[in-house]
């Protein structure tokens, strides 16, 4: 079963442009993730931020993390061609089993 | 260099013969998934180990099961593949303690 909703489903800007996702989820974590995925890939995971942190940057993206709220956000900044993608949140339960469950996903497509 | 490997990165299977799907790792993590990813949605977690301990998702059809020898390698097997089965299958490990998620190139797989 899912544990995320991410939103935008679907996001499409310009080159250069910054793009932000949302991730909401259900119950208490331990850590949540963001990955990428290249059409037909496997997944590459590119940033995860603790449930005592708020807020955590690496390179040109910026996550963010709101457990009172249970929502994490996905910025990437000065768009590139290349970050065209999908982008899925994922988190670790905090029942002590590493149980790592995805969000739906956001489709984000980078206009040259 | 490759970590984690999925074998084969493509798979056709005739409707109810038996399949098995591999996964190996170089690593030496102790936690290893299974998930399913259909066409542009989000992977689903099938099954995971946490070190020694098997956790099987309350809805992971039973068709499904999975096989873990050793640490380095794990299977996936489906009994009696339908066509709602094809998908791709994405094999990840990750240390204990709440880290990344590395995972393969993934498997995927036609009924025919």
């Known amino acids: 079963s899912q544990q995320g909703e991410e939103d935008p489903q679907a996001l499409s800007i310009q080159e250069g442009e910054n793009a932000t996702m949302n991730c909401s989820y259900k119950?208490?974590?331990?850590?949540l993730q963001w990955y990428r995925q290249n059409s037909g890939r496997g997944l590459v995971h590119l940033i995860l931020i603790r449930s005592n942190e708020r807020e955590k940057h690496s390179g040109r993206l910026r996550v963010t993390l709101d457990t009172s709220k249970k929502s994490s956000s996905l910025l990437i900044t000065a768009s590139r061609a290349a970050d065209t993608a999908s982008y899925f949140c994922a988190t670790e339960n905090n029942f002590g089993n590493e149980k790592l469950t995805f969000g739906t996903g956001t489709r984000l497509t980078i206009i040259p | 260099d490759a970590m984690v490997i999925q074998n084969p990165r493509y798979q056709v299977t005739q409707f109810g013969k038996p399949v098995t799907l591999s996964c190996s790792q170089t690593?030496?993590?102790?936690?290893m998934y299974w998930y399913q990813q259909k066409s542009s949605q989000a992977p689903k977690l099938l099954f995971h180990y946490y070190d020694k301990d098997f956790n099987n998702e309350a809805d992971t059809p039973d068709n499904f099961q999975s096989r873990r020898p050793n640490t380095s390698f794990c299977f996936l097997d489906i009994r009696s593949p339908g066509l709602g089965d094809a998908a791709m299958y994405l094999c990840?490990?990750?240390?204990?303690?709440?880290?990344?998620?590395?995972f393969g190139q993934g498997t995927r797989l036609t009924v025919v």
């Open positions: 690593l030496n993590h102790n936690v």
């Open positions: 119950t208490s974590i331990n850590n």
């Open positions: 990840a490990t990750s240390r204990v303690g709440g880290e990344e998620a590395f």
